[in-house]
């Protein structure tokens, strides 16, 4: 059946608008409100022979069986870690306690800062190992030694400075006093030379499970202090806790260490660059509860991961699993899968929320357009009608009469009407033929009494 061209324009304008409109929406949902996670993550971790190194391995091994390649950034500590997250060259690192703003009260700067914390993931103390030194009373007696405090600029190194400067081993200017040699050694390197006598102590911020932590704490020629101001150490610096290394827990079969080993200590934090994409957070949130969950010389099982005393503002999806766990979808499906179906149901909440509105009043509306149209015709044959019934047409007259007849038949015969105008579609030609009727009445009409 014809269809008017004009028709056609504005139904092809219509779904063509209409395309226009999903194609944008698809676009924004899929690149904006939900892109697709990358399958390449960067994480800094710190020295090759350190225990976020190791910490980074898990995390990759968990990371790859999801389908996402973790690369891992060796560094010189926490420092270059942080320096990092903040020039953008990683996306998540770990970051030793005391170097965020939140620990050092600094509310406006953890205001301005885009990076977050995902968790705390254990505790780091303050290791403090030499060979025949007191040191329970204080590090004073660390004055004129030998003293490894970690390579410069890292965090160890800035912990260490900082308790040096608070027995007076380092003055406030940071120069050493009184002889005193500070060594930039740290990790496996620095358990050497405390073991040679190359130095006469080392201070390590590290977790217990650190390869140089665990090799000097096997070690039984060598003493572990214990500071008996830890709490009030912990008290003046507001990024350190007192904890106790109790006794035994290191070898119980050689009672070592052989009595409470009072420790300040820090905590490790896991922290994410803005760019994250929220999927990826949320599967490093579940790697680290399968990582850190356990128990070790310091904690209990279940005390990490942690969202308390971070470093940084907590970050929305720390937030949200802390409260109720995973997304519903990752707790069920794998990973991309989880995914999948959830840009698709982005995708297809929009999309039903303009399609079914539109779908319900796409039908009255092309109801009463056609309405309309048949109206229109009805209209034009009742002016007709009333126009034979006033006066009599002449030739010409009675000529266009009958092509404006035959206009108003081929177009409700060729108009595709629904089936329920049929009805008024043949009603409408019934008084179509009977208009022509009446030209051709007035025909013989004027043909039996021509004009005198």
Not at 264 to 273: D, E, K, P, Q, R
């Given at each position: 059946m014809?269809v008017?061209a004009?028709?056609?324009?504005?139904?092809?304008t219509l779904?063509t608008?209409?395309?226009?409109?999903?194609?944008?929406?698809?676009?924004?949902?899929?690149?904006i409100?939900?892109?697709?996670p990358?399958r390449?993550?960067?994480?800094s971790t710190?020295?090759?022979?350190?225990?976020y190194?190791?910490?980074g391995?898990k995390?990759?091994?968990?990371l790859?069986?999801?389908?996402?390649n973790?690369?891992?950034q060796p560094s010189?500590?926490?420092?270059?870690?942080?320096q990092r997250?903040?020039d953008g060259?990683?996306?998540?690192a770990?970051?030793q306690?005391?170097l965020?703003?939140l620990?050092?009260g600094?509310?406006?700067q953890?205001?301005?800062?885009?990076l977050?914390?995902?968790?705390t993931?254990?505790?780091?103390?303050?290791?403090?190992?030499s060979h025949?030194?007191d040191?329970s009373?204080?590090?004073?007696a660390?004055?004129?030694?030998?003293?490894?405090?970690?390579v410069a600029g890292s965090?160890?190194?800035?912990v260490?400075v900082d308790?040096l400067?608070?027995?007076?081993?380092?003055?406030?200017?940071?120069q050493p006093?009184?002889?005193?040699?500070?060594?930039?050694e740290?990790?496996?390197?620095a358990a050497?030379e405390?073991?040679q006598h190359?130095?006469?102590?080392?201070?390590?911020v590290?977790?217990p499970?650190?390869p140089a932590?665990?090799?000097l704490l096997?070690?039984?020629?060598?003493h572990?202090?214990?500071l008996v101001?830890?709490?009030g150490l912990a008290r003046r610096f507001p990024?350190?806790?007192s904890i106790?290394l109790?006794r035994?827990s290191?070898?119980?079969?050689h009672?070592l260490?052989?009595?409470?080993?009072a420790?300040?200590?820090?905590t490790a934090?896991l922290?994410i660059?803005?760019?994250?994409h929220p999927?990826l957070?949320?599967?490093?949130?579940?790697?680290a509860?399968r990582i850190h969950?356990?128990a070790?010389l310091l904690n209990r099982p279940?005390?990490?991961?942690?969202?308390?005393?971070?470093d940084?503002?907590?970050?929305e999806?720390?937030?949200h699993?802390f409260r109720s766990?995973?997304?519903?979808l990752?707790q069920?499906l794998?990973f991309?899968?989880?995914?999948f179906?959830?840009?698709?149901?982005?995708?297809l909440?929009?999309l039903?929320?303009?399609?079914?509105?539109?779908?319900?009043?796409?039908?009255?509306?092309f109801h009463?357009?056609?309405?309309?149209r048949?109206?229109?015709r009805?209209g034009?044959?009742?002016?007709?009608?009333?126009?034979l019934?006033?006066?009599?047409l002449?030739?010409a007259?009675r000529e266009r009469?009958?092509a404006?007849l035959d206009?108003i038949e081929?177009?409700?015969?060729h108009t595709?009407?629904?089936l329920?105008f049929?009805d008024?579609?043949?009603?409408?030609r019934?008084?179509v033929?009977?208009v022509?009727a009446?030209?051709?009445?007035?025909?013989e009409?004027?043909?039996?009494?021509?004009?005198p």
């Amino acid at each position: 059946m014809h269809v008017p061209a004009s028709m056609n324009r504005k139904w092809l304008t219509l779904w063509t608008a209409l395309a226009v409109l999903i194609a944008l929406l698809t676009w924004g949902v899929l690149h904006i409100v939900s892109p697709w996670p990358p399958r390449t993550l960067t994480m800094s971790t710190g020295a090759a022979d350190g225990a976020y190194y190791q910490f980074g391995l898990k995390y990759q091994r968990i990371l790859k069986a999801n389908g996402i390649n973790l690369v891992l950034q060796p560094s010189s500590g926490a420092v270059e870690n942080l320096q990092r997250l903040n020039d953008g060259s990683t996306s998540v690192a770990f970051v030793q306690g005391g170097l965020g703003p939140l620990t050092r009260g600094l509310q406006k700067q953890a205001d301005d800062t885009p990076l977050r914390s995902l968790a705390t993931i254990g505790f780091e103390p303050v290791w403090i190992f030499s060979h025949t030194l007191d040191l329970s009373g204080g590090l004073s007696a660390l004055t004129g030694k030998r003293v490894a405090v970690g390579v410069a600029g890292s965090g160890n190194y800035k912990v260490a400075v900082d308790l040096l400067r608070a027995y007076g081993v380092i003055d406030p200017q940071g120069q050493p006093r009184g002889g005193t040699a500070l060594v930039n050694e740290g990790g496996l390197a620095a358990a050497a030379e405390l073991e040679q006598h190359q130095i006469d102590a080392i201070i390590m911020v590290a977790a217990p499970q650190a390869p140089a932590v665990q090799r000097l704490l096997a070690n039984p020629t060598l003493h572990l202090a214990s500071l008996v101001q830890a709490e009030g150490l912990a008290r003046r610096f507001p990024y350190f806790q007192s904890i106790s290394l109790k006794r035994g827990s290191v070898d119980p079969q050689h009672n070592l260490p052989p009595q409470d080993v009072a420790l300040l200590a820090t905590t490790a934090n896991l922290v994410i660059a803005p760019s994250l994409h929220p999927a990826l957070a949320y599967l490093l949130l579940a790697a680290a509860e399968r990582i850190h969950h356990t128990a070790t010389l310091l904690n209990r099982p279940g005390d990490f991961p942690s969202p308390k005393a971070t470093d940084f503002p907590l970050a929305e999806e720390a937030d949200h699993y802390f409260r109720s766990g995973r997304p519903f979808l990752q707790q069920y499906l794998p990973f991309w899968a989880a995914i999948f179906v959830q840009r698709l149901i982005l995708l297809l909440v929009p999309l039903l929320a303009i399609l079914v509105p539109l779908l319900r009043i796409l039908p009255p509306l092309f109801h009463w357009k056609q309405q309309s149209r048949l109206f229109r015709r009805y209209g034009e044959l009742k002016y007709l009608e009333r126009e034979l019934a006033s006066r009599v047409l002449d030739d010409a007259g009675r000529e266009r009469a009958h092509a404006q007849l035959d206009q108003i038949e081929r177009d409700a015969v060729h108009t595709k009407f629904p089936l329920d105008f049929s009805d008024r579609v043949y009603t409408l030609r019934q008084h179509v033929d009977y208009v022509r009727a009446q030209i051709d009445r007035q025909i013989e009409h004027a043909t039996e009494h021509p004009p005198p």
